[in-house]
């Protein structure tokens, strides 16, 4: 008998010991539940270069946003190569279906990372599945939407206002059918309109600078057929807005007031034979833009007019460069004509 439940007692040791041995293989495989999603976030344009730190909603630096900015985050599940409908089951996991937007809080710190509004932690899922991440700031930029939705964004014609220039200034980051990770993944936002600038300067001693930093400054529509679109139709998972041809638009957009003013345009739009006006001391003159046939997203557009007569015509050139969002004016040229005015 003694012998016999010795025996028994080996076959449940070595019952025991294969049990275990798979239960590791499988916790090699199939992920714990209990691993969370780190996200921080950063600012920056394709090239490397981040974003000047002129807007309050920045921070010091200019490479990421100022603590308790809010940003809006879709999570879905993917199968590696496509996004894939998450299930209820899922829902506990992730919290959210992918048909629901998250809104999160930057926290300051080094790694300026993200903070879920509802205080809930979000956890990678406990199968082989990745998960990719869609995410824009404002938050508040559009709502309602479904992670395939295309909403429909408009900027204003008056961006005099530095205010309504930073709740218009899209930006959009995402991270593609990403593994599971301990690591903490990072959230790139880039601009998703275009930035146009204009510059007033001048070497004759009567244009003063006080003259210059008190001129009304616009950009207005040449003729029947270049309406300036303030319409951009947004693809969220591609993070782009391209203007809308029929949607809203105007035959002039007020930039602003100063030797410096700044705007911001939905993409894919021609500015030849719009007008840059500028009035100062009551006197109007516009400059034709006889280049710029494709705003792209990312790039600022600066357009510099060096006024050289003080008379009635405001006589002057305009030099046009094209640069990503954020190059100092001193920066490097990627284009860069003289139109003779």
């Not at 270069?49 to 946003?65: E, K, M, P």
């Not at 990372?113 to 559009?142: E, I, K, Q, V």
């Not at 218009?168 to 601009?191: C, G, P, V, W, Y």
Request: with cysteine.
């Amino acid at each position: 008998m003694k012998n016999r439940i010795s025996s028994i007692s080996a076959i449940a040791m070595l019952l025991t010991g294969v049990l275990l041995t798979a239960c590791q293989r499988d916790s090699d495989v199939v992920p714990s539940i209990q691993t969370p999603i780190q996200l921080n976030t950063e600012i920056g344009v394709e090239e490397g270069n981040t974003r000047a730190s002129s807007q309050s909603y920045l921070t010091n630096v200019g490479t990421n946003f100022s603590g308790g900015q809010q940003v809006a985050l879709f999570i879905c599940e993917s199968n590696g190569t496509s996004d894939i409908a998450v299930t209820e089951e899922n829902y506990a996991k992730l919290t959210y279906k992918g048909q629901q937007i998250a809104t999160t809080t930057v926290t300051d710190g080094d790694n300026h990372t993200l903070t879920f509004d509802d205080g809930n932690t979000r956890y990678w899922p406990d199968t082989n599945n990745r998960l990719s991440f869609y995410a824009w700031y404002p938050a508040s930029a559009f709502a309602g939407q479904t992670v395939n939705g295309s909403p429909v964004i408009s900027v204003t014609n008056n961006q005099s206002d530095n205010a309504i220039y930073a709740a218009k200034d899209l930006m959009t980051a995402r991270l593609i059918h990403r593994e599971r990770s301990t690591t903490t993944q990072t959230l790139n936002f880039t601009h998703a309109l275009s930035k146009i600038i204009v510059v007033l300067k001048s070497t004759n001693s009567s244009i003063s600078d006080d003259l210059m930093n008190n001129a009304s400054v616009k950009l207005v529509q040449g003729d029947a057929t270049t309406a300036i679109l303030l319409d951009a139709v947004v693809n969220i998972k591609d993070g782009t807005a391209t203007a809308k041809s029929d949607g809203t638009n105007t035959n002039e957009m007020t930039i602003g007031t100063g030797k410096n003013t700044f705007a911001v345009l939905p993409t894919a739009q021609s500015l030849i034979n719009k007008k840059i006006s500028i009035t100062m001391n009551g006197k109007e003159q516009s400059y034709t833009i006889t280049s710029v046939d494709n705003l792209t997203a990312g790039r600022q557009y600066t357009f510099t007019i060096d006024l050289t007569s003080a008379r009635q015509d405001f006589a002057g050139t305009l030099t046009v460069s094209v640069n990503p969002w954020g190059t100092p004016e001193e920066g490097q040229d990627l284009t860069d004509q003289k139109l003779t005015i």
